[in-house]
């Protein structure tokens, strides 16, 4: 069993990016400047706007965290997302997500230039990635390929069970992975990507632990503790751990800890590769953020 290691991955892209963004301050061009909008004080959300704007300052790149009220109105942030999008010192932004209940999210989404949505997240963006066309992959998906491709793992041909079809994983993943390879990233050897066959499971699959058992890969992005067991996993499968739970744990000092979807204990030794959770997938997603954002920069700045 290897351990697909986001975390190491994740640093080696972190230092590939430095070193462009070195290169463009040599050459006297501005750095890309990536925009952060954050509404109201959801705890989970401030810390993945901090991590977020770290990562920006650990790769050269500028950040901008534009804090807005919670009651805010779905106008005034209608209105905030029109300004970033004419903003020329801002080559890409998000939204963090999840917004206040009063706010409609796939309004607010809808209204972001495309080719300023570095989460990958607007129906354009979304579209252009299904119809084959250049376009800005949302991060996790994206960054679940890369750690693929950097491991070499071939999906061509091979069977990929997807449990989960939000918007943000599930669905967009896999769309990347069924794709034709000519959706190349820069860096990534395009023979090693797409070209699978996909199934996408949810709530309502029957029989889930047979048709996992038929996969060569298996991605679970459903929020669910223990969710994938040995039972569901033949051996030498591949496992992708998209998700992130606290649980509670009175021996860690903050009082509970991290787990993915996966019962990690009994279905690694069954895995040929496998995602730790922490430090699997979650770094690939914040790195991928970073790509996307460098993305944009070229396109604005060509
Ligand atoms: P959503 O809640 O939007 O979607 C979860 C999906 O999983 C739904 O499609 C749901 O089915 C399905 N599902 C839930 N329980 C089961 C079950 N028992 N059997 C089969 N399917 C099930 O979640 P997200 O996609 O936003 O996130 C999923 C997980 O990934 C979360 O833990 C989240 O925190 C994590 N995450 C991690 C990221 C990272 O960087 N590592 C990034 C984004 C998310 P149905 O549609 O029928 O309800």
Redesign the pocket.
């Known amino acids: 069993m290897t351990l697909l290691d986001g975390k190491q991955i994740a640093a080696t892209i972190r230092a590939e990016l430095r070193a462009e963004i070195d290169a463009l301050r040599q050459a006297g061009r501005r750095v890309p400047r990536l925009g952060i909008v954050i509404v109201g004080h959801n705890p989970a959300s401030e810390t993945y706007v901090a991590n977020k704007i770290k990562a920006c300052q650990e790769v050269g790149f500028e950040a901008e965290r534009i804090a807005l009220e919670a009651d805010i109105s779905e106008a005034d942030l209608l209105r905030e997302v029109h300004r970033l999008n004419a903003d020329p010192a801002i080559d890409g932004f998000i939204v963090q997500l999840p917004l206040p209940a009063h706010i409609c999210e796939s309004t607010i989404l809808s209204a972001i230039d495309y080719r300023k949505d570095v989460d990958g997240l607007t129906p354009e963006n979304v579209g252009r990635t299904v119809q084959g066309l250049p376009s800005i992959v949302s991060?996790?998906p994206r960054?679940i390929r890369e750690l693929l491709a950097r491991y070499n793992i071939l999906t061509a041909g091979r069977h990929v069970v997807v449990?989960?079809?939000?918007?943000?994983?599930?669905k967009p993943v896999a769309m990347l992975l069924m794709q034709r390879p000519y959706l190349s990233l820069p860096g990534m050897s395009a023979s090693s990507l797409g070209d699978a066959t996909v199934t996408i499971?949810?709530?309502?699959?029957q029989d889930?632990p047979a048709i996992c058992r038929t996969a060569d890969i298996i991605i679970v992005?459903?929020?669910?503790p223990g969710?994938l067991t040995a039972e569901m996993v033949r051996p030498g499968t591949t496992v992708i751990d998209?998700?992130?739970?606290r649980i509670d744990d009175p021996a860690s000092p903050r009082g509970y800890r991290l787990v993915?979807?996966v019962d990690f204990p009994a279905v690694s030794p069954l895995c040929n590769y496998i995602t730790p959770?922490p430090g699997?997938?979650?770094p690939?997603?914040?790195v991928s953020l970073l790509q996307n954002t460098l993305q944009a920069y070229h396109e604005h700045t060509r």
């Not at 499971?201 to 699959?205: I, L, N, P």
């Not at 992005?221 to 669910?224: E, L």
């Not at 998209?242 to 739970?245: L, S």
């Open positions: 991060a996790t960054g449990i989960g079809r939000s918007n943000i994983v599930g499971c949810h709530s309502k699959t889930l992005a459903a929020g669910s969710l998209v998700g992130i739970n993915g979807d959770v699997g997938v979650g690939m997603t914040i």
